[in-house]
Nanobody, 122 residues
Framework: QVQLVESGGGLVQPGGSLRLSCAAS????????MGWYRQAPGKQRELVAG???????NYGESVLGRFTISRDNAKNAVYLQMNSLKPEDSAVYYC????????????????WGQGTQVTVSS
């Protein structure tokens, strides 16, 4: 079993910052990629940012220049630094991990965290 546990959500004023953390634990050979998605009420889940084991990153257009994803491979953890937050960033943020099921990562499986609420409001 693999678990992803997020932390760091909360209420922040527009223009403020938050840092989300996610740690994976369980039967893990290695992690191919980790990322953050978000889902606001009435909207589809969307990619916020992703990072591979090699450090390659990608971001959703709406967060470019404001959010930074980072990863600690030794801790099986991923972080999301969110700056200049806007009310439209309010959503439940989910951590995602593409977990390798064998030693050469020939087979992978997606796991999700339970989500953490981020609310940007004055």
């Amino acid at each position: 079993q693999v678990q992803l546990v997020e932390s760091g959500g909360g209420l922040v004023q527009p223009g403020g910052s938050l840092r989300l953390s996610c740690a994976a634990s369980g039967s893990i050979f290695s992690i191919y990629a980790m990322g953050w998605y978000r889902q606001a009420p009435g909207k589809q889940r969307e990619l916020v940012a992703g990072v591979t084991s090699g450090g390659s990153t990608n971001y959703g257009e709406s967060v470019l220049g404001r959010f930074t994803i980072s990863r600690d491979n030794a801790k099986n953890a991923v972080y999301l630094q969110m700056n200049s937050l806007k009310p439209e960033d309010s959503a439940v943020y989910y951590c995602n991990g593409a977990i390798c099921l064998d030693s050469v990562c020939h087979y992978k499986r997606d796991y999700w965290g339970q989500g953490t609420q981020v609310t940007v409001s004055s």
